[in-house]
């Protein structure tokens, strides 16, 4: 597709439940990125791949949160035993490629998933 | 740990009139600056993309300026329009191994007719 795709747009759960949100990146971007932004306030990191390489966790809050991006294109970012404070809007964001030219290349970002745990 | 900051946090103007959204970060030490702008229940879409060689950079109505050593930015806006009724988002990027990027909680801009 031209652009980044999320799926679901939205997500209700009950707390306790395990999710699952998919990213599919712009074709042929190298690296893609999870970013959790919570209402009115700015995203914040989650996770890192370059390819299928998960190269940074750090943003990651709890063990509950697992991100995988097998054959380095689609990416699953899975919340086990959701809880309240995770509800909140899930973006995805792709570039080109890490270094070189592709160092100040602008990520681009897919419209989210707006997971809400009741 | 670099720190984003926004101010205004809501901006209203009337329309036609040449605004100024801040930005400042504490860590200057970043390889570049984005602003980007998002609409309600949709994604980021990039703006601007400042390299940390540059002061400044240039699209349309839009104009945003770096200072590192201050640590600041900024995001000119010509002649608003209402389309321009936006959120409006910095993000610093740490350097050329940091990939992520840190935001700014942004500025929510209202343009009236």
Redesign the interface.
Known sequence: GAG?S?SPRYKVAKRGQDVALRCDPISGHV?L?W?QQAL??????LT?FQNEAQ??KS?LPSDRFFAERPEGSVSTLKIQRTQQEDSAVY?C?STVG??GIN??Q???????T?LSIL | KQEVTQIPAALSVPEGENLVLNCSFTDSAIYNLQWFRQDPGKGLTSLLLIQSSQREQTSGRLNASLDKSSGRSTLYIAASQPGDSATYLCACRRDNAGNMLTFGGGTRLMVKP
């Open positions: 980044v999320q690296s990125f970013y009115g306030q700015g995203p914040e990191f890192y190269l940074d943003g973006l964001a890490m270094g160092s100040n602008p990520q681009h970002f897919g419209d989210g707006r």
